[in-house]
């Protein structure tokens, strides 16, 4: 496959056009993934070795010029001796607390002049306390670079329309998709709209702009997709919907197929570190990008997870120098894979379960990621909106929006389906709201774990 299925670059010199010469930062994108078509092959063992060499950099830097790490790891890290994952992974980890108190001691005091100019950035809070993380130029350079890897990937065809609907970005209409492709790319428009609208303003909204590509949050592409559905207008150049920023239930891939015959795409990626995972080209489950970062996702004592095991995702930035983040738990789980048939030698996830607060705990600190069967029939069409939460141990409350009370027969139904995904001995309550409000950073989570001893941790 090659890199730029559909594209044309853009010449930044004067009378020459083909073969294109971009401009420098667009080169160093397109250097980038020049290698990163060829990485993606490798075996793990292999990128394990790449990932040791750029490791052993980072951490002679992250010892010198840290304070955090220099009081932290004491003699734990010798700059001495060759590194190896066993030593590697042995570095105790930094939690999403410390990364929000420990602000100042995490700076880097000497950043190498190549990385370019340093900038903070923000998570969107939808955990309740925002994290801050200082990035270089570089950061941007790997983020465009993997945008284009995922682009390549599903094989967009960038001249078309993208529209998005999201939260926590600037709304208008614009001539480029965006930073990846704006300059180095010849690419189509691009339309960005906020989340605070109901969906079916959203809708007709997409109608106007006849989009090929859109991009939003996996709770509004269901909703916009059943309301097409349900006799909506369709939306007929609609080639692909990309979803991000909350778990993607198999149910949302199943409407947009009923919906507009189309694919689902969705990527995994957090503020501290850009993107994590990438969906494969060829599956419903995602390729880490181990390029840009180290990704380890381990049970409750620290031991990485086999295949089918839930667990913490913990992160190392290969190229952050400004802020270095060195085995960061980012507080959210994950569930590894078998190796993927498609022969990217990219590490597997199999499933994407989201933030500690998604997770069901027993009262002997056992977790699960619950689903509730979403597409059953026990679920009447009267449901607006829904969301699950745990209030105690073992006390689930079902919210529903409905636009028509529900029978006892209903609720029973509903009752034992919930039930009946949980481990024994939780009761259920029915609560009836007129809404179910988004987090602060405009997204929608279908379960909600609200013991307030859990959620007085912030770092797990
Ligand atoms: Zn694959």
């Known amino acids: 496959m090659g890199a730029t299925p559909y594209w044309q670059i ?32 490798l075996t793990l063992e292999r990128l394990r070795e790449h990932q040791l060499r750029q490791l052993q950099v980072l951490l002679r830097h992250a010892l010198v010029t840290v304070p955090y790490y220099r009081d932290r790891w004491g003699g734990a890290y010798d700059p001495a001796t060759p590194l190896t994952f066993e030593r590697f992974t042995a570095l105790p980890l930094l939690t999403r607390r410390e990364l929000q108190e420990q602000f100042e001691h995490l700076k880097s005091r000497s950043v190498p002049p190549g990385h370019g100019g340093i900038r903070e950035s923000k998570s969107s809070g939808s955990t309740g306390t925002p994290v801050r993380i200082l990035k270089t ?6 983020w465009n670079a993997f945008t284009l890897r995922d682009h390549a990937w599903h094989r967009r065809d960038l001249r078309g329309k993208l529209a ?16 990846a492709t704006a300059g180095l790319v010849a690419d189509g428009p691009s339309a960005v709209r906020g989340v605070r609208d109901s969906v079916q303003s959203q809708l007709r909204w997409l109608e106007q702009q006849q989009p090929d590509y859109l991009m939003t949050y996996p709770s509004i592409a269901a909703e916009l997709a059943k309301l097409v559905i349900s006799g909506g207008n369709r939306l007929p150049r609609l080639r692909e919907v990309r979803t991000l920023g909350e778990q993607l239930a198999p149910e949302v ?18 503020e501290e570190v850009g993107y994590i995972a990438l969906q494969c080209p060829e599956h419903e489950h995602y390729h880490t990008v181990e390029e840009g970062l180290l990704v380890e996702i381990l049970d409750e004592q620290d031991r990485p997870c086999a295949p089918g095991q839930l667990g913490r995702v913990v992160l190392t930035s290969l190229h952050n120098f400004a802020m270095p983040l060195i085995r960061y738990e980012l507080g959210d789980y994950a569930e590894p894979g078998e190796p993927c048939a498609c022969g990217r030698g990219l590490p597997v996830l199999r499933r994407l379960a989201g933030r500690v607060r998604n997770i069901l705990v027993t ?19 009267s449901i607006r909106q829904r969301q699950i939460a745990q209030i105690e141990y073992d006390l689930i409350e079902l919210r529903l929006v409905s636009e028509a009370a529900l029978s006892v027969e209903q609720e029973g139904r509903l009752r034992a389906l919930i039930l009946s995904r949980l481990p024994a001995g939780f009761r259920l309550r029915f609560d009836y709201r007129a809404q179910i409000a988004r987090s602060s950073g405009g997204k929608y989570e279908d379960f909600v774990c609200e013991i307030p001893a859990r959620l007085t941790d912030g770092s797990r």
């Open 137 to 142: 130029r570089l950061s941007g350079l790997f």
């Open 164 to 179: 998005t609907i999201r939260a926590g970005i600037p709304e208008g209409e614009f001539e480029h998709w965006g930073a």
């Open 253 to 270: 891939r199943a409407l947009c197929r009923e919906a507009w015959s189309v694919p689902v795409r969705d990527v995994y990626s957090a």
């Open 363 to 381: 009262a002997t600190g056992e977790r699960y990621w619950p689903t509730f069967e979403p597409r059953s029939p026990a679920w009447p069409a």
């Open 10 to 41: 853009e010449s930044a010199v004067t009378g020459v056009c083909w073969p294109a010469l971009p401009a420098p930062g667009g080169a160093s994108v397109l250097a980038l993934l020049f290698w990163l078509e060829r990485t993606q092959w």
